[in-house]
């Protein structure tokens, strides 16, 4: 599976953004997405995941409420819609796949086998 990323840039606190992920390789269809970020000094954490048809999504609580992940099987591209931005979203943002599983079972990032290259979201205050 190949991922990569876009929509990443710089926004005012209060803004949105939404970030593209298109795939290609395997089926896109036949496996669970993940959304992580990684600020510097940070590790990389999980934010949102969603399964293989789109029924089912999982969010981290720091997020949850403002971001909202989908996907468009039919374009093979995983969407995440971030709203109410902060400061604190300052991260470079991954999408990455768990061709193991149809649904999202684990959200550390080694459950994860195919990672984009990362967007770069910057948020001002």
């Known amino acids: 599976v190949q991922l990569t990323e876009s929509g990443g840039g710089l926004v005012q606190a209060g803004g949105s953004l939404r970030l593209s992920c298109a795939a290609s390789?395997?089926?896109?269809?036949?496996?669970?997405m993940g959304w992580f970020r990684q600020a510097p000094g940070n590790e990389r954490e999980f934010i949102a995941g969603?399964?293989?048809?789109?029924?089912?999504?999982v969010y981290a609580d720091s997020v949850k409420g403002r971001f909202t992940t989908s996907r468009d099987n039919a374009k093979n591209t995983l969407y995440l819609q971030m709203n109410s931005l902060k400061p604190e979203d300052t991260a470079v943002y991954y999408c990455?796949?768990?061709?193991?599983?149809?649904?999202?079972?684990?959200?550390?990032?080694?459950?994860?086998?195919?990672w984009g290259q990362g967007t770069q979201v910057t948020v001002s205050s």
């Open positions: 390789g395997r089926t896109f269809s036949s496996y669970a």
């Open positions: 969603i399964s293989f048809s789109g029924s089912r999504s």
């Open positions: 990455a796949a768990d061709s193991t599983s149809l649904y999202v079972r684990r959200t550390t990032p080694n459950d994860f086998d195919s």
